[in-house]
């Protein structure tokens, strides 16, 4: 049963309590407590490859019984890459499966992260990495922001922003694995990144691409689900009331539904029962726009039906399910999604204290990790532009609200975002004068603009020139 403060699994939630130890031990090995079980079960190694020992204390065995939560989920943030192996550690982003020649990386001696990167420098052998790698891992792994200076290799937590383990954002993950045997991050791995581009691209309503995306998470509310999280329902199909009841059974393969299926103007013939995101893939990657567009509709439709049936034991039939369908159309363009291709632009733009245009400048677009990160990256290169440019005294303006809070955010965590953070502080000790101020988006529209035609300017600096008034008025 749910507790009061809304935990449903206690055991999953004492443990990753208990994870929080692992974590501050982890994170500081000097505290007295990391000390002393080092000199007991790791004397002669880190904590990572510790092991469990033939007589363990009490807490030793309780702080083991959660390490399986880290080395499945923890990922090493890469810093200089000299202590990461290509091979054995969980380095990658998210989403980049290690699909690599072993015989040429062996060749070329490539057994460390820093062996992918050119020599004497911090930024990827984008030629190396392209060859050894197949090309999503490749472009995974070139998103990946190095510092500026050789930093230490560190493991993160990768479920949150600052890459530092909580005990809320453990508990999801550790529910997740005892109920699925999957943590949510990795079942949308097994999704295709093209289905979400093209889900999120189709200009239908909503709601209805919000169940299909609900629906390959496999968190809809369905009764089979609730059942696994120890509510007392009944977990057969509402429709046929003979097979226990799953998203994909109830909106695509219930004999009921199948036969609305094959009357709509799709057509479709359903007879393998599978998945319901390898049916989703296998659709959208036949379908077009226009079939994808009904198809979530009907799936909306469907699934309202069942909860008619459910929650007020009304009974429809087909006319009435697809006259209520024929309403379900959209009135207007709706907003697709940024590209799923993780690619952004920078724009810069210097004025002096009477507002007079100094500079602009533009940047093509890049790889990055998250919309965050390409914040983070724009405003680290904005900082180092300002200083090739001989400006000493520096007011920054960004409209990135959250980046704003990272910046005077006391403790830093261990993620990439902070990685680079701790760049842009580096470089702000290099100016009289630095300070960085949030602004809304209407006071930032120039640079806006600038970053949207970055394609037409390229990569440089323009000073004082016809074109640069034009834009930048």
């Known amino acids: ?21 692992w974590w501050r031990m982890h994170r500081n090995p000097d505290l007295l407590l990391s000390r002393v079980y ?26 083991w019984k959660t390490r399986w939560l880290f080395d499945e989920e923890s990922v090493w943030r890469v810093g200089n890459g000299k202590t990461i192996r290509v091979s ?18 062996s060749t070329l001696g490539v057994v460390h992260v820093s062996n992918l990167m050119l020599p004497g420098r911090m930024c990827w052998n984008a030629d190396l990495i392209r060859h050894i790698f197949w090309p999503p891992t490749a472009e995974g792994i070139l998103k990946i922001p190095l510092p500026m200076v050789p930093r230490d290799d560190v493991m993160a937590w990768p479920h949150t922003i600052n890459g530092e383990y909580t005990s809320k ?35 239908t309503l909503p709601r209805c691409r919000e169940l299909i995306w609900r629906g390959c998470l496999k968190i809809l509310p369905t009764r089979g689900a609730l059942c696994s999280r120890g509510l007392d329902v ?43 995101h390898e049916f989703v893939a296998e659709f959208f990657s036949r379908a077009d726009e226009g079939c994808i567009s009904r198809f979530c509709e009907l799936c909306y439709i469907f699934w309202e039906a069942r909860n008619r049936l459910v929650f007020d034991g009304v009974v429809h039939d087909g006319v009435v399910v697809f006259a209520s369908c024929l309403a379900c159309q959209p009135t207007s363009k709706c907003f697709s999604c940024p590209s799923s291709s993780g690619a952004a632009s920078f724009g810069f733009i210097a004025r002096n204290e009477n507002g007079e245009v100094l500079a602009a400048a533009t940047k093509p677009a890049m790889a990055c990790l998250s919309p965050l990160l390409a914040e983070a990256e724009a405003f680290r290169w904005n900082m180092g532009l300002a200083l090739e440019l001989g400006f000493r005294v520096v007011m920054m303006e960004r409209d990135c609200k959250a980046l704003h809070d990272a910046w005077f955010k006391k403790d830093k965590g261990c993620s990439y975002l902070f990685s680079v953070i701790s760049d842009c502080n580096d470089l702000a000790s290099s100016f009289a ?15 806006d603009l600038l970053a949207k035609h970055a394609g037409d300017f390229g990569d440089s600096v323009r000073r004082r020139s016809p074109l640069l008034h034009a834009v930048c008025p």
Request: proline share 6%.
């Open 38 to 63: 080092q000199s007991v079960y790791f004397p002669r190694g880190d904590l990572w490859n510790a092991r469990k020992g033939g007589r363990p204390n009490y807490a030793w065995s309780s702080l």
């Open 88 to 105: 054995d550690n969980r380095w990658l982003p998210q989403g980049s499966p290690l699909v690599y020649r072993e015989e040429e990386a």
């Open 433 to 447: 004068s630095f300070g960085f101020y949030f602004v809304r988006r209407t006071g930032n529209k120039v640079v």
């Open 234 to 276: 009944d977990d057969l199909c509402p429709w046929c009331a003979v097979q226990p009841k799953t998203a994909a059974h109830e909106i695509f393969f219930c004999p009921v539904v199948k036969r609305w299926w094959f009357a709509s103007s799709l057509g479709l013939r359903l007879d393998d029962e599978m998945e319901f």
């Open 1 to 21: 049963m749910d507790g009061g403060q809304g935990f449903r699994d206690f055991k999953a939630f004492n443990m990753t309590l208990v994870g929080k130890n």
């Open 169 to 203: 954002s453990g508990y999801v993950v550790a529910r997740n694995k005892v109920l699925h045997g999957t943590s949510s991050s990795s079942l949308a791995l097994q999704v295709p990144p093209v289905v979400w581009k093209v889900l999120w691209s189709t200009h």
